[in-house]
């Protein structure tokens, strides 16, 4: 198993190196409540820069797309809220109206805002019990048909009770109405690691946003944001 920016990291951690660099704490702390402070190492020539990955970080991105089956993985620190900011800014540059759910995560909304997008909500949908319903293709179909020039649909998949829509279908119709595809699958992350578990979204859209810190064993604000095509 590759592991390159661990190994990095570790060797560093393990080394008795004394540090004149960010954080304050300096990994002194080695036993005890703080004893992953020796691990906390900021952007150094070894252990590259997320923002430009060179070497340590962007091979682990690759691997993790390989994992995923995806074209391309980025690493995001500051879980789905940033993963979804740079999903939508993406896509913005391809129209100013932005199709999504009601049931939205609110960094969706406020990405949507940050990009001065239009947001266009399709049906919404009750179980019965007051709770919304996972997305359904025929009602994205109607807001495609009423904004064919949607910069992109957004679906949030699975939902916060672990519900998964029509998300094939939708798939399928975003590719027959020419436009994009983005799934806020911040809860499903794992779903690419079983056979019991749904199908990982990567496989249908162009923008999937994992959440890594949800259901991996991920510090802080992991999260993913994988490209497909």
């Known amino acids: 198993m590759k592991t390159p920016l661990y190994d ?7 080394s008795q190196n004394i540090r004149f ?17 020796k691990w906390d190492v900021t952007e150094l020539p070894f252990s590259d820069n997320l923002l430009y990955p060179k070497h340590v970080i962007k091979e682990a991105e690759s691997l993790a797309a390989e994992a995923y089956g995806v ?3 980025l690493f995001v620190t500051a879980g789905a809220t940033v993963a ?25 909304y406020a990405g949507v805002k940050l990009f ?19 997305a359904v293709a025929e009602d994205i179909r109607q807001m495609l048909d009423k904004t064919p020039d949607a910069a992109a649909v957004l679906i949030t998949c699975p939902d916060y009770f672990g519900r998964v829509g029509e ?18 699958q911040a809860h499903g992350p794992h779903f690419s690691f079983s056979s019991l578990l749904p199908d990982h979204a990567s496989g249908y859209a162009d923008i999937t946003v994992d959440s890594a810190h949800k259901t991996l064993p991920v510090y802080t604000g992991g999260a993913y944001v994988h490209i497909q095509g």
């Open 8 to 14: 990095a990291i570790k060797n560093y951690a393990e």
């Open 21 to 37: 660099h960010t954080p304050g704490h300096q990994g002194v702390f080695t036993e005890g409540l703080f004893a992953s402070s």
């Open 71 to 73: 074209t391309g993985t």
């Open 84 to 108: 979804n900011f740079i999903a939508i800014g993406t896509v913005a540059e391809y129209g100013k109206n932005f199709i999504l759910n009601r049931n939205a995560h609110k960094s969706v």
């Open 116 to 134: 001065g997008l239009n947001p266009c909500f399709f049906n919404t949908r009750s179980d019965g019990n007051g709770f919304v319903r996972p």
């Open 167 to 184: 998300i094939e279908k939708i798939s399928g119709l975003c590719k027959e109405y020419g436009t994009r595809l983005i799934v806020d």
